[in-house]
């Protein structure tokens, strides 16, 4: 069923409508609908700057045209809102917003609506670098873990939250999207169907957490449960638990105990991740656990701790087993 996200002022803004395709071919190739819905937003300031300046067709507008928004959308304060009432738009969601305009244009010329892509030179710069999340120490973990108070139903969730976070490694959207039914207990694997991408994985989780789900499942959700709900985690509000909760869960924790690193759940991702690998896991598997398409994201995790895998090398290279017996000395 077509999806309508647009809604022009006027029934000859022909722009909105080959925006609304677009949109749905995403619908259509199986993106979350979550996911197609964080494309309008950023295609949503293109559209509605477009029609403030009466370019109501594809073929109104020009490359010249998409740097001047591209310049609006770095001057015009048009984005999140300080103390003082002041809006700032951050660098990477301009980027976003930019990307998604342009890979607009690149399917609207694809598909023959346009033949002539303005787009095809725009050239958006160098990305700003992003900050790589920090790492925890095993005894900042625990204090995280420690954090929810146990003696209140939304502590115990809470709690277990955390303990599958630490566990699997797994995003927050994917916690988000989690059913009862994504748990093996017998083969201790958690079913992601709805990961990063419309990827689906399977994911180890270990006894420990598996204890507090099962924890959970009986003496918990049942007392936030109103009316049959597939979710695994329930609000107080008897709905599926939102991602603003897990973040908000995780700031505190690290806010009460003092812990000044960047990150919330991609923090407890990057932990566990960069713990195993000084556990000895080999990349490849922590690559499979976290659901990287390409080695080099995963590698991301390696690059904060040269000093452990220069102890690797010189304990696994064969050259450094017979260093005592080089030739040139």
Not at 189 to 216: E, F, M, S, T
């Amino acid at each position: 069923m077509r999806q309508s996200f647009f809604k022009p002022g006027d029934s000859g803004f022909s722009l909105a409508s080959d925006a609304d395709d677009y949109l749905n071919h995403l619908v259509d190739r199986g993106l979350r609908f979550n996911t197609v819905i964080n494309n309008f937003n950023s295609l949503k300031p293109f559209l509605r700057w477009c029609q403030g300046k009466k370019l109501l067709d594809l073929s109104d507008i020009t490359l010249k045209h998409l740097h001047q928004y591209q310049d609006w959308l770095n001057f015009i304060p048009n984005g999140i809102k300080k103390k003082n009432g002041e809006t700032v738009q951050q660098p990477s969601s301009i980027r976003k917003n930019l990307l998604e305009v342009r890979q607009f244009f690149i399917w609207c010329e694809k598909t023959g609506k346009i033949f002539d892509n303005p787009a095809r030179d725009w050239k958006l710069g160098k990305p700003s670098p992003q900050p790589l999340a920090d790492t925890l120490t095993q005894a900042e973990m625990e204090k995280i873990l420690s954090f929810p108070d146990l003696n209140t139903k939304v502590g115990l969730r809470n709690r277990t939250m955390l303990e599958i976070l630490y566990s699997t490694g797994i995003r927050r959207q994917e916690l988000h999207g989690l059913d009862i039914v994504d748990i093996d207990f017998t083969s201790g694997i958690l079913n992601i169907r709805h990961g990063k991408g419309g990827k689906q994985r399977l994911v180890p989780i270990g006894k420990r957490a598996l204890d507090w789900i099962n924890h959970y499942l009986i003496h918990v959700r049942p007392q936030l449960e109103h009316e049959p709900n597939q979710a695994l985690f329930i609000s107080t509000h008897k709905k599926r638990l939102k991602n603003a909760v897990i973040r908000d869960v995780i700031t505190k924790a690290k806010r009460k105990h003092k812990i000044n690193k960047w990150g919330n759940t991609h923090l407890i991702r990057h932990t566990m991740a960069t713990l195993m690998l000084k556990n000895g896991a080999d990349i490849r598997i922590i690559q499979e656990i976290l659901g990287h398409s390409k080695i080099d994201t995963t590698m991301i995790y390696l690059k904060l701790d040269i000093g452990y895998l220069k102890k690797i090398h010189q304990t696994h290279h064969p050259a450094e087993q017979t260093a005592s017996k080089s030739l040139l000395f």
